[in-house]
């Protein structure tokens, strides 16, 4: 699919076109990385210089500002080497911006490129911004970008408060089906942030839109979403990551492969074809090079998406999982915490344990849904 009726335009495209008077005199911070670029490739940070703005700092996430780092590694402050602006850590000794890091600011602009994954961290980085930016009195600024995964769907465990963490601090889905600009204002109003906020939309996105149908290049936010469709499978495949099993990372394709030394890939035979639409999947053997099973063979699955539109790559993994978990009673193995905090709750583990067929897992999901839509509702900034 590729009709998007007009030129997608960015949020920050829109803020210096037609906009740029919110950041008039304003003395400004960037959270930003190396996927924050307008349409044509210009880091962010040399837009804003370029347009005037008096950028003083920039701020990065995890993964740092060259979105080069491995998941979890903390970072410290440093210096950008191309516009000499110091870079203050958000994934370190502090994973919100600090008095003394916004005393010169008037305003902190949010610009990244988000996956439309509840545990991928940047919307939780955005969210503490706003915190520090309420605290503080500054305006906050979030330049939108495209949800990869399209405004549509809604699919997933909604966050149960008490597994709440850096993966999950607000009650939404998995998969929650708004851009950050959306998601922005949902966090201010209804989790009663109160920060002095502002949307910059973008023009041209419409919410059927995958990443996949947009005139943009791909650059990868982190070092294992390389590509459209990782970032697609991921929003599934990311439950692996608390469970004994690969989830492809230290292959050429994490997130697209799932395995483990004894798994036999066979059992793909018992899933329900209703679960695999949209996928096709195949036996393969891999060696990480890191991560789990490093430098060990592993049996497994290829998954790749042969249709985004029927696809559902919560459904598979969870199907998946359920699979594995009853015919590996001895190998399989969780890491409780981690898995409860990607899942953002107990329920999801301890109904695959109990041998719940994943009809009924994904049935309990609907009046969450139901109910979390209709807050959604009101923070819609795009039609379909």
Known sequence: MND???????????????ERGILDGARVGLIANSASTNEHGTAAAAALLNAGISLQCLFSPEHGYDAASEAGAKLSDSIDPATGLPVYSLYGET????????????AIVFD???????????I??????????????????????PNPLGGIHVQGPVLDPRFASFLGMYPIPLQYGMTIGELALLFNQSFEIGADLAVIRMQGWRRQLLFSDLRLPWRPPSPAIRSPETAFLYAGTCLFEGTNISEGRGTSSPF???????????????IGARWLEGFSLSPRKFTPERSKYASEECAGLAISVVDRRKAD?????????????????SEFEWNEE???????????RREIIAGTDPEEIFGSWRAPHREFEATRSRYLLYEG
């Open 313 to 329: 790559p919560i459904l598979l993994s969870v199907a998946l999982l359920a699979t594995i978990a009853l015919h590996h009673r």
């Open 338 to 348: 981690h898995f409860d905090a990607v899942a953002g709750t107990d329920s999801l």
């Open 112 to 122: 990244m490129q988000d996956v439309g994954v509840r545990c991928y961290t940047y």
């Open 95 to 106: 994973r919100q911006p600090t008095a003394n890091m916004v005393s010169d600011l008037d």
């Open 4 to 18: 998007s009726p007009e030129v997608l335009k960015l949020g920050i495209t829109h803020l210096l076109e037609s």
């Open 124 to 145: 939780w980085t955005m969210a503490l911004a706003m915190q520090s930016a309420a605290l503080f009195g500054k305006l906050f600024v979030v330049l939108d970008r």
């Open 256 to 270: 697209g492969l799932i395995g483990a030394p004894w798994l036999n890939p066979d059992i793909v035979k018992e």
